[in-house]
């Protein structure tokens, strides 16, 4: 099945620092990304879908100039958390639809925990 | 706008007893459901999805889900649990309508545990 990985899974920064995380489409092409945030035993929320080559559309509330989304290329999305603070610690998780497929199937990655001190 | 409802936020169950988690949804047009397990710290995992066609829907893992429209339930069952089977359980639901919106929508998740 289609593969999509996460980097890094693990990441402790300093308040006030930026985080990279990355997201990749292994064995497909994925033309959409979504970028979730999950809080302790809660559910999934959308921060942001990104489009290859354009400018990603975000969710009500989240702010655009905090967490940078980059979708350079048609198997890496980037999400960078700038000047993270400790609100920012969370799992963020990036999924993927196989371009072209309508059918609404998306492929998670393994999560990624951020961690601000 | 499109909304999950999972009633139950924990499930305790024995091994080998049989498991039903529910899910209700609400929306103005069709959709598409799916069932998600995410295991400790891990992304999501696909269980089963329903698309059209036949209401019930078999999954990986032994799980299966029906879907009932009148009832806008989509509930997911497995006969007998295992051990292995703990972890979380999202349902989620994508409108059908063509340009319509790809964001999932998630229900808020049941925790299932087995139990020895």
């Known amino acids: 099945g289609a593969v999509v990985s996460q980097h890094p899974s693990w990441v402790i920064c300093k308040s006030g620092t930026s985080v990279k995380i990355e997201c990749r489409s292994l064995d497909f092409q994925a033309t959409t990304m979504f970028w979730y945030r999950q809080f302790p035993k809660q559910s999934l929320m959308l921060m942001a879908t990104s489009n290859e080559g354009s400018k990603a559309t975000y969710e009500q509330g989240v702010e655009k100039d905090k967490f940078l989304i980059n979708h350079a290329s048609l198997t890496l999305s980037t999400l960078t958390v700038t000047s993270a603070h400790p609100e920012d610690s969370s799992f963020y998780i990036c999924?993927?639809?196989?371009?072209?497929?309508?059918?609404?199937?998306?492929?998670f990655g393994e999560g990624s925990r951020l961690t601000v001190l | 706008a499109q909304s999950v409802t999972q009633l139950d936020s924990q499930v305790p169950v024995f091994e080998e007893a049989p498991v039903e988690l529910r899910c209700n949804y609400s929306?103005?047009?069709?959709?598409?459901l799916f069932w998600y397990v995410q295991y400790p710290n891990q992304g999501l995992q696909l269980l089963l999805k329903?698309?059209?066609?036949?209401?019930l829907v078999k999954g990986i893992n032994g799980f299966e889900a029906e879907f009932n429209k009148s009832q806008t339930s989509f509930h997911l069952r497995k006969p007998s649990v295992h051990i292995s089977d703990t972890a979380e359980y999202f349902c989620a639901v994508r409108p059908q309508t063509q340009g319509g919106s790809e964001k999932l929508v998630f229900g808020k998740g049941t925790k299932l545990t087995v139990n020895p």
């Open positions: 929306s103005s047009v069709s959709v598409y």
């Open positions: 999924s993927a639809r196989l371009a072209g497929v309508v059918t609404g199937e998306l492929f």
């Open positions: 329903y698309l059209s066609g036949s209401t």
